[in-house]
Nanobody, 116 residues
Framework: QVQLVESGGGLVQPGGSLRLSCAAS????????ADWYRQAPGKERELVAS???????NYADSVKGRFTISRDNAKRTVFLQMNSLKLEDTAVYSC??????????WGKGTLVTVSS
């Protein structure tokens, strides 16, 4: 059974940092591309950051310059480094990964709360 498990969420003050991890298990295939999404209460899900198999990255304008997506292929883990966090970054953050067999999986998410 393939699983994506996010970790690293929590409570942080404005201006603080968090590093989210998304670890894949249960698949013999490696990750091709991966994304981080977030959904705040009462809002639609938003694509935050993406990384391709070649390491190219894209970011939502709202996080550009503050968030960094990266990957460790050997560990089948994708990261989201979040710096200079703002109140409006509060959301459930989920990862999604497209494996090399063409199947996409989703994690259940981790809650990030930015509050003073």
């Amino acid at each position: 059974q393939v699983q994506l498990v996010e970790s690293g969420g929590g409570l942080v003050q404005p201006g603080g940092s968090l590093r989210l991890s998304c670890a894949a298990s249960g698949s013999i295939f490696s990750i091709n591309a991966a994304d981080w999404y977030r959904q705040a209460p009462g809002k639609e899900r938003e694509l935050v950051a993406s990384i391709t198999s070649g390491g190219s990255t894209n970011y939502a304008d709202s996080v550009k310059g503050r968030f960094t997506i990266s990957r460790d292929n050997a560990k089948r883990t994708v990261f989201l480094q979040m710096n200079s966090l703002k109140l409006e970054d509060t959301a459930v953050y989920s990862c999604s990964a497209l494996f090399r067999n063409g199947v996409r999986y989703w994690g259940k998410g981790t809650l990030v709360t930015v509050s003073s």
